[in-house]
């Protein structure tokens, strides 16, 4: 079993910043790939950002890439999302989750889930 707990979220001005932390806690989590993915009111879960156990390999959604980083300290079980010039469209519940490997991330597979982040950007 794994644990994730997400923070870091709230509101923001358009432009603005925020960084979401994802704490794992349980059965070796530092060895999963993990990611970020967030859910809009009326649409679909989608996939944001993923990194790989090791942090070495990154992959971002096109609405993501440039704006967004994703990074992890494994030291502390914890994946970051930094995310800059925040629009209106970024606003949704903001989940991370655990999977086998990046790839299987970005096909939205994760293993394991939190519970999930407000974000919203508005003036």
């Known amino acids: 079993q794994v644990q994730l707990v997400e923070s870091g979220g709230g509101l923001v001005q358009p432009g603005g910043s925020l960084r979401l932390s994802c704490a794992a806690s349980?059965?070796?989590?530092?060895?999963?790939?993990m990611g970020w993915f967030r859910q809009a009111p009326g649409k679909e879960r989608e996939f944001v950002a993923a990194?790989?156990?090791?942090?070495?390999?990154?992959s971002y959604s096109a609405s993501a890439q440039d704006r967004f980083t994703i990074s992890r300290d494994n030291a502390e079980d914890t994946v970051y999302l930094q995310m800059n010039r925040l629009k209106p469209a970024d606003t949704a519940v903001y989940y991370c989750?655990?999977?086998?490997?990046?790839?299987?991330?970005?096909?939205?597979?994760?293993?394991?889930w939190g519970q999930g982040t407000q974000v919203t950007v508005s003036s």
């Open positions: 989750a655990t999977g086998g490997s990046v790839w299987v991330l970005e096909l939205g597979r994760g293993d394991y």
């Open positions: 349980g059965r070796a989590a530092r060895n999963n790939a």
């Open positions: 990194t790989s156990s090791t942090g070495n390999t990154n």
